[in-house]
């Protein structure tokens, strides 16, 4: 905004602040006023406040003044004390009609200063991104104003209604891999929690080519279209029916796998693992997909619990933990084909060193709990083979040695570290 025309609209504003004020005579103590040396080296300061936070809390949800006196308080904060004060003194000699006037050309001048919208800046991203001689550059970063501005989920609901879906998931085949990563990231952003989103981006196909950029070498693309892929189906059963079909199952296995594979993707695929086997859980009614129970699958899940880092092993023993409940997966499976006896007892020990270090103990603490957890259901699934009772019977009786889902949302198994004998207890819900 220009100089001149910024120092317009604080004469406009005060006029017509003065006007209102005298018409229903109000006389506010910490009102606006200026008259000491003092009071307008205040003003001065505060003049640095209100440039970080007024002037951005004034702005209501179109983007422009929510009041006049936000205005107001923005206007004083960009301009000159000084001229202020000459300006009120100018501002007494105005007659009524003048009043009057002034505030009619206030109004024009609000609305025309007026700060643009998000839908409206979302549609100049996406006008932007539907040129096709728009630079590199440009195109980059009109994706990144759209990753910006889908975060609220009014705007990310409005994507579609302004065509913006359409254009971010044709970026999706873009020759440049860092606009395909953007375009996964805001598909990813704006579907986050959001079953709207997440519908009208499945049934424009986006998915099957996010699954295929997973599979990009460059990490970053392969990353940003996971979180996307994990975005669009979480909590939603035609997406993941989808995910399946795709054989997404086999992709995780894969990534889990690999152990030269980017760890933040192996990362994203265990956690997504862990989400659909909860879900899977959540949704008793349905059948359970046969690459649950699967041998090789499984093992390379328990596998990842010797895994040098910690995030990932942790992630692991969340999908452990839900696998381990599911009806169809075997407890002798676990056993003797995955080893995961082994393998948790192993990880105690990892854990039991770490702890020693001061740093990270917390979380070191926090691993080690669910880890006690998953032994603890893994032991009971495996007493349940062994007394002959399997899922299905247990299913029948009410409360059948545990309630697992009270088990699975609070875990209150308490494992004394600095004895070798573990100690259980569970709380009864009360
Ligand atoms: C406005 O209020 C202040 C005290 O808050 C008082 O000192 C001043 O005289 C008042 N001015 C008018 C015009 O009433
Ligand atoms: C498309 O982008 C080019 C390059 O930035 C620009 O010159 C041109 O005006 C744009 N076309 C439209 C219709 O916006």
Excluded at 52 to 80: K, N, P, Y
Excluded at 170 to 199: C, F, Y
Excluded at 304 to 330: F, G, I, M
Aim: glycine share 4%; aromatic share 6%.
């Amino acid at each position: 905004m220009g100089r001149v025309r910024s120092w317009m609209l604080v004469v406009m504003v005060m006029v017509m602040v003065m006007a209102v004020r005298a018409e229903r005579n109000i006389n506010r103590s910490g009102g606006v006023y200026w008259s000491t040396a003092e009071e307008e080296a205040l003003a001065q300061t505060q003049t640095k406040a209100r440039d970080d936070d007024t002037a951005v809390a004034d702005l209501d949800a179109d983007g422009g003044f929510s009041s006049l006196e936000g205005m107001l308080q923005w206007a004083i904060g960009h301009s000159d004390p000084v001229q202020l004060k000459e300006t009120a003194r100018d501002v007494e000699k105005l007659s009524p009609t003048d009043l009057s006037n002034r505030q009619v050309e206030i109004k024009q001048l609000m609305d025309e200063l007026k700060t643009p919208s998000d839908a409206q800046l979302m549609q100049v991203a996406i006008n932007d991104l539907s040129n096709s001689s728009l630079s590199l550059e440009d195109r980059h970063r009109a994706l990144e104003e759209l990753l910006i501005l889908v975060e609220p989920i009014d705007n990310a609901n409005d994507l579609n209604k302004l065509g913006g879906l359409v254009v971010v998931i044709r970026e999706l085949d873009h020759s440049d891999a860092d606009t395909r990563k953007m375009a996964a990231w805001v598909l990813g952003k704006a579907s986050q929690n959001n079953p709207i989103v997440q519908k009208q981006v499945l049934e424009l196909g986006a998915l099957s080519k996010l699954m295929k950029m997973v599979k990009s070498d460059f990490a970053e693309e392969a990353t940003k279209a996971l979180y996307a892929v994990s975005a669009l189906i979480r909590n939603n059963v035609a997406g993941q029916e989808l995910f399946y079909e795709e054989a997404g199952h086999l992709l995780l296995q894969n990534i889990m796998s690999e152990s030269i594979i980017d760890i933040r993707l192996r990362r994203k695929a265990v956690f997504l693992l862990g989400d659909l086997a909860e879900c899977q859980l959540e949704n008793k009614e349905k059948d359970e997909l046969p690459f649950f129970s699967s041998r090789i699958f499984l093992k390379s899940v328990v596998d990842l619990t010797s895994s040098a880092d910690l995030d990932l092993q942790e992630k692991a023993l969340v999908a452990l933990k839900n696998l381990l409940q599911l009806k169809t997966t075997e407890a002798l499976v676990f056993k003797d084909f995955c080893g995961l006896d082994g393998a948790l007892e192993r990880l105690r020990q990892q854990l039991q060193d770490l702890m020693v270090e001061e740093e990270h103990r917390d979380y070191v603490m926090d691993v080690e709990r669910l880890r006690s957890e998953v032994h603890q259901i893994f032991y009971r699934k495996l007493e349940k083979v062994a007394t002959g009772l399997s899922d299905l019977d247990c299913n029948m009786f009410t409360n059948c040695l545990f309630d697992w889902s009270y088990l699975n949302k609070h875990p209150v198994i308490l494992f004394d570290l600095d004895s070798s004998e573990r100690q259980v207890t569970r709380q009864v819900p009360t």
